[in-house]
Nanobody
Framework: QVQLVESGGALVQPGGSLRLSCVTSDPTSSHYVMGWFRQAPGKEREFVAAISWISGYNIYLDSVKDRFIISRDSAKNTVILQMARLKPEDTARYFC???????????????WGQGTQVTVSS
């Protein structure tokens, strides 16, 4: 069982920045893909970004690719989502998850964290 713990969510003004972290308890997850998803109230969960631990290859939701950066710190078993120029529509609970494929398909992510809340509001 892989445990994932997200942190870094907060209330931020439009145009601001946040740095989300996801720590995994399982070092073997370094062979996997780590993804970030988000879910806003009343909406379905959507893919945000994902990164391969080994290669560093990454993919993004189109609406965030010029504002968000996903990275990993293998030594700390941590994946980072650096978010800039935040918009009110980025408000959601953000979850990290583990997959064996670099994909936006949430059904292929086997383990999930509890999430961290991001609220973008003035």
């Amino acid at each position: 069982q892989v445990q994932l713990v997200e942190s870094g969510g907060a209330l931020v003004q439009p145009g601001g920045s946040l740095r989300l972290s996801c720590v995994t308890s399982d070092p073997t997850s370094s062979h996997y893909v780590m993804g970030w998803f988000r879910q806003a109230p009343g909406k379905e969960r959507e893919f945000v970004a994902a990164i391969s631990w080994i290669s560093g290859y990454n993919i993004y939701l189109d609406s965030v690719k010029d504002r968000f950066i996903i990275s990993r710190d293998s030594a700390k078993n941590t994946v980072i989502l650096q978010m800039a120029r935040l918009k009110p529509e980025d408000t959601a609970r953000y979850f990290c998850a583990v997959s064996t494929a670099l994909t936006a398909d949430e059904t292929l992510y086997a383990y999930w964290g509890q999430g961290t809340q991001v609220t973008v509001s003035s």
